[in-house]
C-alpha cells in the first residue's frame, strides 16, 4: 500500500481552487447526478460506503442522517471546518486548495437530507480558507449552483460561512451550534441529540469538512467503489496530518488501514536528524499517546487503533523522539486543555485546571510522588463525566502518558530534572499564573 | 458527726502543747522578718502572683498587624459558648479583603464559665483566654466586656497580636 | 385532565411507578430518595453541569446524569452503589478544590450545600496542594444581591433564572474554563422584583441577600410556615425568626399559588413586624393628656367603656383587607350584633390598581385578603362605600388600621382625615407617631394589634382561595389581636389560654420563639437546602 490520491487528486493544479478549473477537473458532474437521484438513495449509497465521520469520533455518516425525524423542517447542515485539534490541519489545505469540493459535497449531501439552508463553521483563524469558501460560494450563487432551483431540480439551497471567534470547545457540535446561534460557545446537554434538535432547536446535521467533501466520490464512484480503499470497518481513504518530529511532515492521503510505521517512515521520511522514535499521538491531542513499539504495529484505522487503546480522532499524527520530555509534552497538553475547557461542566472546568497545576508543580520541582498517582485519579473521574468529551478528551492522554512513562514522571518528580534531557525545566509554569 | 472527745487525764495538761504552739507560730515569724525572700505568702492585694500566660481567666480579643481586631465575626465562639454570654453584632467591612466583621462583641463575666469553649472554636486564634483573673468590682461595676476592653484594655499594652497573619495567608494563597 | 401514564422502576431497590416522562431526579424526589445535586431546580430548565446525580442504570456501563434521564419502563436505577458515591465524592472534590472554605464568614453557612454534601460524601482531607484560583469577592450585582465569585460553583441557577422566571437575562457566566465568573454587564445591574430569588436558590455561599447579610447566623434561626401579607396573590412563605425578632422570609413551595418563588416586595414585609417598628404600648388621649403607658387590654378595655351607649349612625368601624378572615368577622359582628350598627367601611389602598398583574406574582391589590373581607361583608349584608364616610359626623370611629403602611401611600392623609372624629379608637401594630403628634384630636385610644406571623387565621387571595396558616411567633406579646379587641369592645372579657401545668414543662408545650440548645442542634437538620 502507498499514498493515494482520491480527495486529493487535483490539489496540485491551482486552478483547481477556481470554479473553472473545478469544472474542468470533474467538479460539478456528480451534483447533476445526484439531483436526478432520489434523497433517500443518496442516504443509502452514503450508508452503504461505510463512509465514517473524519472529524474525531469517526461516527458512521449514513447512520447519523439517518436519525433526523421524518418531516421536522426547516432543517440544517452545518459544515464542522472549526479545525482546532492540536495537530490537524487537513481540512485548511482541503478548504484552501479545493474549496469547491466542500461545496459541492455539501450541496449533494443537504439534498440528500432535504435541507434549504446550510453553514460552514470555519475556524476564526483561517483567513485563506473562509477567503477561498466564499469566493467559491459565490462563484456558484453565479453558476446557478447555490440558490434557488439548482441546475433545474427544483431544490433550493442556501450557504453561508460563519467565522468562529477561535475557541477549540467550538469545534465540538453542540458548542458550535450555540456559537453559531449567537450564545456562548458551550456543549448543550444531550438528548436531546443535534440531529432530532440542534440549531434553532431544529433537526441539524453536523459534518466534518473531509467527510462532507467525501460524498461526492461515493456519488461518482458509488459505494463499492469507495470502499476500493480501506478496510472492511473503515472504508475509504483518509487525509493524515503529520508533524513532529519527522523529516517531511504534511498531509498525506493514505488508504485507511495503512501501517503508521510507514507513515513514518515512508512518507515521513523517518525521524528527524536520526534519532529514535519514542511516541506517537495518532489521532490529535485527545488521543491516547503511543509507545514506539505499539506505534510501529498499528495500522490507521478505526478498529486497529480502538484495539490499541487509541483512537483515530482527527488524523493528526504527532511523531515524539527520545530527546523529548514526556512530562514537559503532557504539560503543553494540560495547558491548552485547562485553557480551552468552556467551564461548564465541574469535572472538567476543576478537573483541567487541577490537573494542569500538578504537571507544572511536577515540572518547577515542588512536585510529591503521590501527586503522580493523583494525576491518574483526577483524569479517571473526568472521563466520562461531562456534557461533552472535552473532559474525556483531557484525560486520556493524561492517563495514557502517565500510565506509558511513568519512570520519566518519577524522575522528574524524585530529581527535580527531566530524565531525558536532564536539565530543569525551563518554560514558563504558567499554571499558576495562568491569566486568558 | 460524731466529735471524738479526748477526757484522759494527760489532756488537762493543756499549757505545754499551747506553748509548743506558740514556739512553732513565733519561729515561722521570726523566720519570715528576718529572711523575707523565703516567706511563701504574698502580701494580696499589693502584691500579686504571676499566672501562666495558658490560665484561662479573662478574655483578650487578639489584633491584626495593624492594630485592628482580628475577629471576622464568624459566631462560632457564640455558638458553642454553653453559658450563652457572648453576643456579637457584625458588619460589613469596608475593606473588601476582610469582609466582615463585628461592631459589637460582649462578653457577660458573670455569665462566664471560663470553659475555653470559645477559644477553641475560634477559626482565627481571634479569641483567648489571657491569665487576667482578679476583676473585682464594687456595686454598679460593669461586667458585660464591651469589644474595646476586650481588645485594647490598659493591660493589653495597645493588643496582643495573634501568630497568624494574614498578610502572610493571603501571600501564600490560603 | 387526562391523567398521565404511570411506567414502572427500580430505584435502589424499591420498586415503584411513577409518571411517564419524568427524570429519574423527579422520581427520586417524589419518592422521597436522597440525590445529591446542585444545578438541578424543580422550576427551572435543566443545565446538566455539577455532574453530583450521577446514578448507575443497569445495562449501562457509564454513570448517568439523574436530571437528564428520562425513567423508561423496567428501568433499574441506584445511586448507592460504590462506583456512584465515589463519584459523588470526586464531583464534590471539583467543586471545593477552588473553593475558598470561607465558611466563618459566609452567611451560607449551616444551609450550604456544600457542606451538606460533604457531610454525606466527603469527610476527607483534600488532595489539592496546589495554589487556588483568585477571583472575585464582595461584587456588587445591584441593588439586593452581592456576588462572592469564589465560592461560586457555576451551577447556573440564578442565570436560568433570570433568563427564565423574571426574564430580565442580567445575569451571565463571563469567562471561560475555570476563570468563569458569574456577572453583570456594565451599566445593568441585577434589578429586578424578584431578585432575591437567586439569593434562595444559590445552592452555595455566592450570591447573598444585601438585608440579610451578616445579621444572624442562620443556625440561631428558627423557620415557619405561613402566608405573606404584601399582595392578593398570597404566596406561601417561611419566616425565619429567633427570640430578637424576625430576620428574613422566604418562599415555600406551592405550585398553586406561587410556584417557587415570591418577589423582593415580599421579603420586605417581616421589617413591620418586628419591635423598632411596633406599636408595643396602649395609648390615650384624655383632657389635651396622652397617657401612654398603658397596657392593650386595659386600653381596649377604656375605649369599650367609652363606646357604651353608642348605637346606630353614632358609631363607625374602618377595617383594611390586612387583617384575617376571623378578625375581620369578629369586629364586624360586635358592630352589627353589639353596637347594631352597619357603618362599616373597607379602607381600600389599592382599589384602582387591584386588577393589576405583573405576569409572574405580584398584583396591584397590597392587602392579602380583600377578598376575605368582601366575603365577610356579604355575610353581614354590609354595602356601604368609603367616601360616604365624614367622621365629622360619627361620634365615635374605631379604625382597624393596616399593618404594612409602606402600601398605603395615603396613610398620615387618611389620619388626619379620622382624626376628626369626636372619639377615635384607632387600632394599629405600626407605630402611628402622627396621630400621637396630631393637635386636632379630642379624644382618642390607640390599641396595640398583633401582626400577622403573630396570629392563627385565613386569607383568602385574588383568585378566591382560601389559605389558613398558623402562628409563627410573637414578637410583641401583649398586643392583642382583633379578635380580642373585638370581645373587649363589645365588653366582654377574652378568655386566655392557660397551659395545664403538668404540660409546662413538655417540650411540644414550649413557647415558639424560644430559641432553645436543643433548637440550635436540631436547626442543622431542619435546614435542606435545595427542598424549597
Not at chain 1, 313 to 338: P, Q, R
Not at chain 2, 104 to 116: H, K, P, S, T
Amino acid at each position: 500500500m502507498s499514498e493515494v490520491k482520491y480527495l486529493t487528486e487535483f490539489y496540485h493544479l491551482p486552478e483547481f481552487k477556481g470554479l473553472e478549473g473545478y469544472k474542468k477537473n470533474g467538479g460539478y458532474v456528480q451534483l447533476a447526478k445526484a439531483l436526478k437521484m432520489q434523497p433517500q438513495a443518496i442516504i443509502d449509497e452514503v450508508k452503504a460506503s461505510g463512509l465514517r465521520g473524519r472529524g474525531g469520533a469517526g461516527f458512521p455518516t449514513g447512520m447519523k442522517w439517518g436519525f433526523l425525524p421524518k418531516n421536522d423542517e426547516p432543517r440544517y447542515l452545518l459544515c464542522n471546518a472549526d479545525e482546532g485539534e492540536p495537530g490537524t490541519f487537513k481540512d485548511r489545505m482541503m478548504m484552501e486548495k479545493a474549496p469547491h469540493q466542500l461545496v459541492e459535497g455539501m450541496i449533494i449531501s443537504a439534498f440528500a437530507i432535504n435541507c434549504k439552508k446550510s453553514y460552514i463553521y470555519v475556524r476564526g483563524e483561517y483567513d485563506d480558507s473562509i477567503n477561498a469558501l466564499n469566493t467559491a460560494i459565490q462563484e456558484a450563487y453565479k453558476a446557478g449552483l447555490l440558490g434557488k432551483n439548482i441546475l433545474g431540480s427544483g431544490f433550493d439551497h442556501d450557504m453561508d460561512v460563519y467565522r468562529g471567534a477561535g475557541a477549540y470547545i467550538c469545534g465540538e457540535e453542540t458548542g458550535m451550534i450555540s456559537s453559531l446561534e449567537g450564545l456562548k460557545g458551550q456543549p448543550k446537554l444531550k438528548p436531546p441529540f443535534p440531529a432530532v434538535q440542534g440549531y434553532l432547536k431544529k433537526p441539524t446535521i453536523v459534518n466534518n469538512v473531509e467527510t462532507l467533501a467525501a460524498v461526492k466520490y461515493i456519488m461518482r464512484d458509488g459505494a463499492a467503489g469507495y470502499r476500493k480503499y480501506g478496510t472492511e470497518k473503515s472504508a475509504g481513504s483518509k487525509l493524515f496530518s503529520l508533524s513532529g518530529n519527522v523529516n517531511k511532515p504534511g498531509n498525506y492521503e493514505v488508504p485507511l488501514g495503512y501501517p503508521l510505521k510507514d507513515m513514518i517512515n515512508v512518507l515521513g521520511g523517518g525521524i528527524k536528524n536520526g534519532k529514535k522514535l519514542k511516541a506517537v499521538i495518532p489521532g490529535g491531542s485527545s488521543a491516547p499517546v503511543l509507545t514506539a513499539e505499539e506505534a510501529l504495529k498499528a495500522t490507521l484505522d478505526y478498529e486497529n487503533l480502538a484495539a490499541a487503546g487509541t483512537m483515530l480522532g482527527s488524523g493528526a499524527i504527532i511523531v515524539i523522539d527520545d530527546s523529548k520530555c514526556m512530562v514537559e509534552c503532557l504539560a503543553n497538553l494540560t495547558h491548552f486543555y485547562h485553557h480551552e475547557s468552556c467551564g461548564q461542566c465541574t469535572p472538567c472546568r476543576e478537573g483541567t485546571g487541577w490537573a494542569d497545576k500538578i504537571v507544572h508543580s511536577i515540572l518547577s520541582g515542588k512536585g510529591r510522588l503521590q501527586d503522580i498517582e493523583l494525576l491518574v485519579k483526577v483524569a479517571d473521574n473526568m472521563k466520562g463525566r461531562t456534557i461533552c468529551a472535552l473532559s474525556d478528551a483531557a484525560a486520556l492522554p493524561i492517563i495514557s502518558f502517565v500510565t506509558k512513562f511513568r519512570d520519566e514522571f518519577e524522575y522528574f518528580v524524585r530529581e527535580g530534572k527531566s530524565k531525558v534531557k536532564g536539565t530543569a525545566y525551563k518554560g514558563h509554569a504558567y499554571a499558576a499564573t495562568a491569566s486568558h | 458527726m460524731a466529735v471524738m472527745q479526748n477526757t484522759s487525764e494527760k489532756s488537762k495538761w493543756y499549757l505545754p502543747g499551747i506553748l509548743t504552739g506558740m514556739g512553732i507560730t513565733m519561729r515561722h515569724m521570726l523566720k519570715n522578718i528576718f529572711n523575707k525572700k523565703e516567706m511563701i505568702t504574698l502580701n494580696y492585694p499589693e502584691e500579686k502572683y504571676e499566672y501562666s500566660p495558658r490560665f484561662k481567666g479573662n478574655h483578650i480579643l487578639t489584633v491584626k498587624k495593624d492594630g485592628a481586631i482580628r475577629c471576622t465575626a464568624c459566631m462560632l465562639c457564640a455558638t458553642n459558648c454553653p453559658a450563652d454570654c457572648i453576643k456579637i453584632t457584625a458588619s460589613e467591612h469596608p475593606d473588601p479583603h476582610v469582609e466582615k466583621y463585628p461592631i459589637a462583641y460582649e462578653i457577660d463575666m458573670l455569665r462566664c464559665v471560663f470553659c475555653g469553649f470559645c477559644e477553641e472554636a475560634c477559626p482565627v486564634d481571634a479569641i483567648r483566654l489571657g491569665p487576667e483573673w482578679q476583676t473585682p468590682g464594687l456595686n454598679g461595676a460593669n461586667f458585660t466586656y464591651d469589644i474595646k476592653h476586650l481588645a485594647y484594655r490598659p493591660g493589653l499594652k495597645g493588643g496582643i497580636q495573634s501568630v497568624v497573619d494574614d498578610q502572610e495567608r493571603l501571600k501564600s494563597g490560603i | 385532565m387526562q391523567q398521565q401514564p404511570l411506567i414502572n422502576c427500580t430505584i435502589n431497590g424499591v420498586a415503584l411507578q411513577v409518571k411517564a416522562g419524568s427524570t429519574i431526579i423527579e422520581a427520586m424526589y417524589e419518592n422521597q430518595q436522597k440525590i445529591a445535586h446542585y444545578c438541578w431546580h424543580p422550576g427551572l430548565s435543566i443545565a446538566g453541569v455539577c455532574r453530583l446525580c450521577m446514578v448507575q442504570i443497569e445495562g449501562n456501563p457509564r454513570l448517568q446524569i439523574a436530571c437528564n434521564t428520562v425513567v423508561t419502563e423496567g428501568m433499574k436505577v441506584n445511586n448507592t452503589s460504590d462506583q456512584v458515591v465515589e463519584a459523588a465524592k470526586w464531583g464534590l472534590d471539583f467543586h471545593l478544590i477552588n473553593h475558598p472554605l470561607d465558611c466563618p464568614i459566609c452567611d451560607q453557612a449551616g444551609e450550604c450545600g456544600l457542606q451538606e454534601q460533604y457531610m454525606e460524601f466527603g469527610k476527607y482531607n483534600s488532595e489539592m496542594s496546589e495554589k487556588k484560583q483568585k477571583k472575585h469577592k464582595v461584587v456588587d450585582l445591584g441593588p439586593t444581591v452581592v456576588l462572592d465569585s469564589e465560592r461560586c460553583i457555576l451551577c447556573s441557577r440564578c442565570v436560568r433564572f433570570t433568563d427564565e422566571v423574571s426574564k430580565t437575562h442580567e445575569l451571565g457566566i463571563f469567562n471561560r474554563g475555570d476563570h468563569a465568573e458569574i456577572g453583570t454587564h456594565a451599566g445593568k445591574p441585577l434589578d429586578n422584583k424578584y431578585s432575591l430569588n437567586t439569593v434562595d436558590i444559590c445552592p452555595v455561599g455566592a450570591l447573598t441577600s444585601k438585608d440579610f447579610r451578616f445579621r444572624q447566623r442562620v443556625w440561631f434561626l428558627k423557620d415557619a410556615e405561613t402566608v405573606c401579607n404584601g399582595c392578593s396573590t398570597g404566596c406561601n412563605v417561611k419566616v425565619y425568626f429567633n427570640k430578637e425578632g424576625v430576620f428574613r422570609v422566604k418562599p415555600k413551595r406551592n405550585d398553586a399559588i406561587n410556584g417557587h418563588w415570591m418577589c423582593d416586595e415580599g421579603r420586605d414585609v417581616y421589617k413591620f413586624v418586628n419591635k423598632e417598628n411596633r406599636q408595643i404600648k396602649g395609648h390615650k388621649l384624655a383632657n389635651g393628656q396622652w397617657h401612654s403607658e398603658l397596657h392593650a387590654g386595659a386600653a381596649a378595655k377604656d375605649a369599650s367603656l367609652s363606646l357604651q351607649g353608642a348605637t346606630g349612625n353614632d358609631i363607625a368601624l374602618v377595617v383594611t383587607g390586612q387583617h384575617t378572615v376571623e378578625e375581620l368577622d369578629a369586629i364586624v359582628s360586635t358592630f352589627v350584633n353589639t353596637y347594631k350598627t352597619k357603618n362599616v367601611y373597607h379602607w381600600w389602598n389599592s382599589e384602582a390598581t387591584a386588577s393589576e398583574f405583573d405576569g409572574i406574582l405580584l398584583r396591584g391589590d397590597k392587602n392579602p385578603n380583600t377578598k376575605g373581607l368582601q366575603q365577610v361583608f356579604a355575610k353581614h349584608g354590609i354595602a356601604t362605600k368609603f367616601s360616604d364616610l365624614d367622621p365629622a359626623k360619627v361620634k365615635h370611629l374605631v379604625v382597624v388600621g393596616p399593618e404594612n403602611i409602606p402600601v398605603y401611600k395615603d396613610f398620615t392623609a387618611k389620619l388626619e382625615f379620622f382624626a376628626k372624629a369626636q372619639n377615635l379608637i384607632y387600632m394599629t401594630s405600626a407605630k402611628v407617631d402622627s396621630l400621637v403628634a396630631n393637635k386636632s384630636l379630642k379624644s382618642a385610644t390607640i390599641i396595640p394589634l398583633k401582626t400577622y406571623i403573630e396570629k392563627s387565621g385565613t386569607f383568602i387571595n385574588h383568585a378566591g382561595v382560601s389559605q389558613t396558616f398558623k402562628k409563627v411567633t410573637t414578637v410583641v406579646s401583649e398586643a392583642l389581636t382583633v379578635v380580642e379587641a373585638a370581645a373587649l369592645l363589645a365588653g366582654q372579657e377574652i378568655k386566655i389560654e392557660t397551659l395545664n401545668p403538668k404540660n409546662l414543662f413538655v417540650a411540644a408545650n414550649k413557647p415558639a420563639d424560644q430559641v432553645t440548645l436543643d433548637f440550635r442542634k436540631k436547626n442543622e437538620f431542619i435546614f435542606q437546602r435545595g427542598k424549597l
